[in-house]
Nanobody
Framework: QVQLVESGGGLVQPGGSLRLSCAASGSIFSINAMGWYRQAPGKQRELVAAITSRGSTNYADSVKGRFTISRDNAKNTVYLQMNSLKPEDTAVYYC??????????????WGQGTQVTVSS
């Protein structure tokens, strides 16, 4: 069974920084892509950033230049460095692992979510 465990959320003032981490555990052979999504109250879940196993990245226009996604394939862990945070970044951030190959399955998985609040 694959589990994604997120950490690093919290309350930060506008202009501040946070670093989110997400570690995938289980009998994992490989993971195609890992990414971060967010969902604000009353809004749909949206892609924030994603990274493939080869290091190709994709960002939402709203976070380009402020957020950086990185990945440690050996640890099956993905990170999201968030700088110059704005109140509109406030949301629950979810980790996603796409194309996870284990001893028994191929599938996609989600973390439980971590709250990020940007407020003075």
């Amino acid at each position: 069974q694959v589990q994604l465990v997120e950490s690093g959320g919290g309350l930060v003032q506008p202009g501040g920084s946070l670093r989110l981490s997400c570690a995938a555990s289980g009998s994992i052979f490989s993971i195609n892509a890992m990414g971060w999504y967010r969902q604000a109250p009353g809004k749909q879940r949206e892609l924030v950033a994603a990274i493939t196993s080869r290091g190709s990245t994709n960002y939402a226009d709203s976070v380009k230049g402020r957020f950086t996604i990185s990945r440690d394939n050996a640890k099956n862990t993905v990170y999201l460095q968030m700088n110059s945070l704005k109140p509109e970044d406030t949301a629950v951030y979810y980790c996603n692992a796409d194309g996870v190959v284990t001893t028994a399955s191929l599938g996609d998985y989600w973390g439980q979510g971590t709250q990020v609040t940007v407020s003075s």
